[in-house]
């Protein structure tokens, strides 16, 4: 189990917990939570859930070691973000089994959380009319204090070099502003085929109605993959700018070296 719960000796450990419970204690700490809080020095100082750590470890006569963790955390060069400095945060509680102890140590801090979230804030409403969330959060977050973790601290630097936040899904604007630009390179693709294979009738022998197989055969080329790998299904076009066809102009225009361009 100690194993198990070591990041050095199993790294699957640190990926899990970077994965799911950090970023689920993050959205859920950051919940309701102002953008800004005043400050007398610079007049409002933007907020994130590691400003709610720093300001939850100030007080209360058991944080000196959740102020301990938090001030070596903040020490820390290479965590350069919020993000990166909360879960590094996370990492630490459950190194020294604390996690239960600062989120009941948060949910007790009235002044903290007037501060900082507004009244319908998930700690907010745990303080007041729903008290039941809080229960339910400390008995969802016990078992993990009487695990044994080691975990590096600066795993998610080490390991991760990029963001792990999920991919934002576009969104219906900016999905059609995509259709209609692949569409523009579809015309515009179609256009260049008719500029280069249209101009002389003479270059392309007649051909029968292209049939199932030759539709087939369209899709199959590079133009219908360009189409089929933007989503969008058009019927083949019965001209097509295959290599074969690119070559057989060269031909026609008398180029036979491979290292000159035809010319119009």
């Not at 959205?27 to 409002?44: N, R």
């Not at 100082?45 to 400003?51: A, D, E, T």
């Not at 319908?120 to 977050?141: K, N, R, T, V, Y």
């Not at 009487?146 to 999905?175: K, W």
């Amino acid at each position: 189990q100690a194993q198990l719960g070591d990041s050095r000796l199993s790294p699957d450990v640190g990926y899990l917990l970077l994965h799911t419970l950090c970023p689920a204690l993050y959205a859920l700490v950051e919940d309701g939570l102002k953008p800004f809080q005043k400050d007398v020095i610079t007049g409002q100082r933007k907020n994130s859930p590691w400003s709610v750590v720093e300001a939850s470890v100030k007080t209360g006569p058991n944080t000196r070691s959740l102020h301990s963790l938090c001030w070596h955390v903040a020490g820390l060069a290479p965590l350069n973000s919020a993000r990166q400095k909360f879960h590094a945060f996370i990492l630490g509680l459950l190194n020294i089994k604390q996690l239960e102890l600062w989120i009941s140590h948060l949910q007790k801090s009235p002044g903290v959380i007037s501060v900082l979230y507004s009244p319908m804030a998930f700690f907010a409403l745990s303080q007041g009319p729903l008290p039941h969330l809080a229960d339910e959060l400390l008995l969802l977050i016990q078992p993990l204090s009487v695990l044994t973790f080691h975990l590096d601290l600066l795993f998610e630097h080490h390991h991760l070099s990029v963001d792990i936040r999920p991919l934002l899904v576009p969104g219906p604007q900016v999905g059609a502003a995509l259709q209609q630009t692949f569409q523009h390179v579809r015309r515009w693709g179609d256009q260049l085929s008719r500029t280069f294979l249209g101009g002389d009738s003479s270059l392309e022998t007649p051909r029968p109605e292209a049939g199932p197989q030759d539709a087939r055969a369209g899709l199959s080329g590079w133009w219908g993959q360009l189409s089929q790998a933007s989503r969008i299904y058009a019927a083949p076009s019965k001209e097509k700018f295959p290599f074969i066809w690119w070559t057989k102009l060269r031909t026609a225009a008398g180029d036979s070296s491979p290292g000159q361009a035809a010319r119009p």
